[in-house]
């Protein structure tokens, strides 16, 4: 699809470690509600707020690419394991902008957790130059009511979608979507502890986590 067929495109960076599908569902939901061409998913290199993942960036990426076969709404999108250094969204945006050109509506996805933090990014008050910023609500987060987070949500929220069409960038947007208790750190916990995490994530990632002996899965019978 080139740029000039798009109107509006997403991306959503994170760890994925695993992916699973509270990502997942999430990421289509948008599509659908929001109109998005396209969304990718945008596994970190070296993340630059957290620790160090538990699976290599490699093996993040086959399982973002497993998960979203067949789906042809979400895309993997791996730049910023072409990349040295800690993985900077700006740096992602700034590259995704001169890819799209300068009118598609770009949109950075974030759950509300990732939002909290936001005042420590790498730049971080230059990302509405070069996108909007979609933020999921999540179960067990609230946005925050008072500092320079919330402050600068207030600035440039819009009570409505439209605007994120409207304009190709500068704007804030907090979406409800269905939402699915599941997380990563749950996620390797199970595995660790011999559980099964059948339905929390596709079959095929599932697969490759045992294949290749992932998270310290300990052995059992998957019936
Ligand atoms: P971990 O438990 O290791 O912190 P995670 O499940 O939060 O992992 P990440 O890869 O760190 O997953 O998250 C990438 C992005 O997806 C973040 O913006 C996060 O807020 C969002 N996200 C993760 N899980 C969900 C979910 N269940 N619903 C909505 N957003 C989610």
């Not at 080139?2 to 994925?16: C, D």
């Not at 630059?48 to 093996?59: G, K």
């Not at 730049?123 to 609500?137: G, K, M, N, T, Y």
């Not at 979507?177 to 995490?197: D, F, H, K, Y």
Request: proline fraction near 5%.
């Amino acid at each position: 699809m080139s740029s000039t067929q798009l109107s509006a495109v997403g991306v959503f960076g994170g760890t994925f470690d695993p992916i699973h599908y509270g990502h997942l569902r999430s990421a289509l939901e948008l599509c659908e509600r929001l109109h998005l061409s396209q969304l990718r998913l945008m596994p970190c290199a070296v993340p630059s707020h957290r620790a160090m993942p538990h699976c290599s960036a490699q093996q993040r990426a086959a399982m973002v690419e497993l998960a979203v076969k067949g789906e042809s709404r979400l895309m993997y999108d791996g730049r910023e394991l072409q990349r040295n250094g800690p993985s900077y969204t700006i740096d992602s945006l700034m590259e995704l902008r001169s890819e799209l050109g300068e009118s598609v509506s770009l949109n950075l996805v974030m759950g509300c957790d990732a939002v909290l933090g936001i005042n420590s990014w790498h730049r971080w008050e230059e990302i509405l130059d070069w996108a909007h910023v979609l933020v999921i609500a999540r179960p067990g987060w609230q946005l925050p009511e008072q500092g320079e987070v919330s402050q600068w949500l207030a600035q440039h929220a819009l009570d409505e979608p439209h605007g994120l069409v409207e304009k190709a960038s500068g704007s804030v947007y907090i979406e409800q979507l269905r939402p699915l208790a599941i997380s990563s750190t749950e996620i390797r916990n199970l595995l660790a502890s011999g559980q099964s995490v059948r339905y929390l994530m596709p079959e095929p990632v599932l697969d490759y986590i045992e294949e290749h002996g992932l998270y310290e899965i300990k052995k059992r019978e998957r019936t």
